[in-house]
């Protein structure tokens, strides 16, 4: 007996008591890991939330729900790798300065407080990762969850463009600040808030500029991208469970190089404009999933 299943896209043969699953790799498995590889790579370093929108397309499109957060780690893997890419310059030279660092060899002073902002800042997001872990697999996933978060999170740049306005930015990183901006990025662990732009209106109202907020923001993510994706590919691999590695690499292909022009795109953006036309566009798409999955 040959049945075909679509909701996992495999062929279930039976035979006697022995039964096995073959996957069948079909053009929409490929088109949508495509789709989903760019999404990722976009909304990773926009202010908007890349998890949110990947939750949300699979809401809307009634994508598979199975092994998604393992799918959107392996995605977070490459866009990561996207920031050590376009970032290599600079974590050379954090690289050197750690090794200097711990041979107590002099250092430059700005390089020192800057990486040292970093460590710190990427510990509140670790932290609350770990004992939110299974909620965020479960519970988080609710698009109308998304959609409130979107309008909180749109809060927290209106008031953080309000008083940028007020000062002038001073640029200087240090460790305070980087923990600070930390424990903004640990919002974006509510689906829908967006981890850079809570980092960057963090940043923003610490002192940095928009660029300069936008630019620790995405070296911030580095560490919790780096693991989150780790973990999850590794229980990926030790799960036993059959996997379809060539739509899962051709995601993750597309949303390293989407994931650098959206890097190089955002720090021109953030030089010459404000956050509101991000602003405006959570507000809308928030208000219109609120429409179709709470009210209509």
């Known amino acids: 007996m040959v049945k075909n299943e679509p909701s996992n896209r495999a062929i279930l043969v039976g035979k006697g008591c022995f039964n096995a699953v073959y996957p069948v790799i079909t053009p929409m498995t490929l088109l949508e890991s495509v ?13 908007i939330s890349s998890t949110g929108h990947l939750i949300l397309l ?34 050379w030279v954090l690289s050197h300065t750690a090794l200097r660092a711990m041979g107590r060899l002099p250092v430059n002073q700005k390089d020192a407080r800057f990486l040292s902002a970093l460590l710190v800042g990427t510990v509140p997001a670790i932290l609350l990762g770990v004992a939110l872990e299974e909620m ?9 969850l998304v959609a409130a978060v979107l309008i909180a999170g749109s809060v927290l740049f209106i008031y953080a463009e309000w008083m940028y306005q007020k000062s002038v930015p001073q640029n200087e990183i240090d460790t305070s600040k980087g923990l600070k901006i930390g424990l903004f990025q640990a919002l974006a662990l509510f689906p829908g808030m967006s981890r850079s732009g809570a980092a960057i209106a963090g940043g923003m109202l610490m002192g940095l500029s928009r660029k300069e907020a936008a630019r620790f923001s995405f070296m911030l993510a580095v560490p919790l991208l ?8 590794i229980e990926l691999i030790q799960g036993g469970e059959t996997v379809l590695w060539t739509p899962l690499l051709l995601g993750a292909v597309f949303a390293f190089v989407t994931g650098l022009a959206a ?11 404000t956050l509101w036309p991000f602003i ?17």
């Not at 699979?58 to 050590?84: K, P, Q």
């Not at 965020?136 to 109308?144: A, K, S, Y």
């Not at 890097?263 to 404009?273: A, C, E, G, S, T």
Request: net charge positive; proline share 2%; aromatic share 20%.
């Open 280 to 296: 405006w566009y959570r507000i809308i798409l928030a208000l219109f999933v609120l429409y179709v999955f709470a009210i209509a």
């Open 136 to 144: 965020m697999d479960t519970l988080f996933r609710n698009p109308v």
């Open 226 to 233: 780096l693991g989150a994706g780790v973990k999850k590919f």
């Open 58 to 91: 699979r809401s809307f499109l009634d994508m598979e729900t199975a092994g998604t957060l393992a799918f959107d780690a392996i995605l977070h893997l490459a866009t990561a790798t996207a920031v050590l890419w376009y970032f290599r310059k600079d974590f």
């Open 263 to 273: 890097i190089h795109f955002m720090l021109k953006f953030v030089q010459r404009y």
């Open 35 to 47: 789709f989903l590889g760019i999404l990722q790579g976009i909304t990773e370093f926009l202010p």
